[in-house]
């Protein structure tokens, strides 16, 4: 008997938006762990704040080349969105890590929320002005040609359906204003083949360095990876199969490469709902309907069921790794109980992680000293009373940096954290 093929049941997910050692994510930064570390949260495009901070810490020199010796810096994640300088701190990173390892030192660039997001094509966050640094010389003829493509997928699919969905009904003059100069540019440089995008995808969302894990938001421990290396794989793995569907649809004519997420998941949402049609029509007796099930391309059909469920996956998922408040948002009660079964699962002695914005615009230690709280709100144009940060861990002790004082830091009085969750 004919089955239904899919129900569109996660759309609503969807729509809301050196030296290694054999373990990968896990790197000793020396033999005897001496070597200092220093960790960077949120920097949300604020170039300028970056780079003072950068210099702050001894890690740059006047000309932006890595000084920082045998240091290791890790960027917990989320150098995109809101700020306008995403470009700048993306290449400046990418400039440092070759300078840092000829010199015996490690640029560890991790994943955040905000990361995955642009690599999935969620753009409700970007900085309009980020388009206009990606223009070139061929771009307004690209956007005429992808504009044209677009009113042919649109037909086709028109045709194909019986119907035109709204993600292929945009007139012309509302898909150039949701289009503009540079945007296909900026998309492009975030696909798997594109110059931020292959570099963005060899990164981790976790890595431990001398029995500190640093990540971008937290772990839940009813779901947490048995390891670092599985933590990293699952994040890899669930990003490795969202651009496989990406792709699988772009195939079968369905989208465009530049489509956003929400687009994808309303062309998918399309096709469920004809096959669903499809299956009732075959239930009652139709055999042209019971052929075009027949002849279903499977890969469509599984590519399908992952654009509406990716919002389950630990990409998007509000427990997830990537979007995980606990750690900023628990009391002492609730947490220390929790983050010592972390610890313990992990070996390590502390968290470090940004993704929670102090309202204190300040560096928070909390639950019996083990988690550190370092998104202090870099991008101080949108974060009222921020400030650009940096943690250094150290064998002489674990030091707060900001442009005007370092701080020696101590236990904190385990209370709820004053953060901005954004």
């Known amino acids: ?22 373990v990968p994510g896990v790197f000793q930064a020396s033999p005897q762990g001496a070597a200092r570390v220093v960790a960077i949260g949120d920097i949300h495009g604020a170039g300028d704040n970056f780079q003072a901070i950068l210099r702050q810490a001894g890690l740059v020199d006047d000309r932006l080349n890595w000084a ?37 030192g490690r640029v560890v660039t991790l994943l955040g929320n905000h990361e995955i997001m642009n690599m999935l094509g969620v753009t409700r966050d970007v900085n309009p002005e980020i388009y206009a640094g990606f223009v070139d010389a061929q771009s307004a003829s690209r956007r005429e040609r992808a504009y044209a493509d677009y009113v ?42 594109g110059r931020y995008g292959k570099w963005l995808r060899t990164h981790d969302a976790a890595v431990m360095i001398d029995r500190t894990v640093f ?22 793995g669930d990003l490795a199969a969202s651009d496989a569907n990406r792709q ?17 998941a309303a062309a998918a949402q399309g096709e469920i709902v004809s096959l669903n049609a499809a299956n009732d029509a075959a ?15 499977p890969r469509l059909v599984e590519a399908l069921r992952g654009v509406t469920t990716v919002g ?59 988690v550190f709280l370092i998104d202090t709100g870099m991008l101080t144009s949108y974060y009222a009373g921020g400030h650009p940060s940096a943690l250094s861990i150290a064998p002489s002790g674990i030091t707060a940096i900001y442009l005007d004082s370092t701080v020696p830091l101590s236990r904190s009085s385990g209370t709820p954290t004053a953060a901005v969750a954004r």
């Open 1 to 22: 008997m004919p089955r239904r093929f899919l129900r569109p049941r996660a759309l609503a997910a969807v729509l809301v938006f050196g030296l290694l050692v054999a």
């Open 68 to 104: 920082g010796g045998s240091a290791t810096l890790v960027q917990t994640g989320d150098c995109f969105d809101r700020g306008a300088q995403v470009r700048q701190v993306l290449d400046l990173l990418m400039r440092l890590q070759p300078q840092a390892a000829a010199a015996g």
């Open 152 to 193: 042919k997928v649109s037909d086709a699919r028109a045709r194909a359906l019986g119907a035109r969905p709204e993600v292929y009904a945009l007139s012309r003059e509302q898909w150039m204003a949701a289009h503009p100069p540079g945007y296909l540019e900026y998309r492009a440089s975030l696909l798997p083949d």
């Open 215 to 236: 990540m971008h938001a937290g772990l839940n421990p009813g779901n947490a990876a048995r390891t670092i290396a599985d933590l990293n794989a699952q994040v890899r």
């Open 248 to 264: 699988v649809l772009a195939d079968r004519g369905l989208i465009l490469p530049f489509f956003t997420l929400n687009e994808i």
């Open 283 to 297: 239930m009652a007796g139709d055999q042209q309907a019971a052929a075009r099930l027949r002849a279903a391309d």
């Open 312 to 370: 389950e996956s630990s990409l998007l998922a509000a427990d997830g790794p990537m979007w995980f408040r606990g750690f900023a948002m628990w009391t002492s009660a609730e947490g220390e109980p929790r983050i010592e079964l972390l610890l313990g699962l992990y070996g390590a002695d502390r968290f470090v992680v940004g993704h929670t914005t102090m309202r204190s615009g300040r560096i928070d230690m909390r639950l019996g000293g083990h």
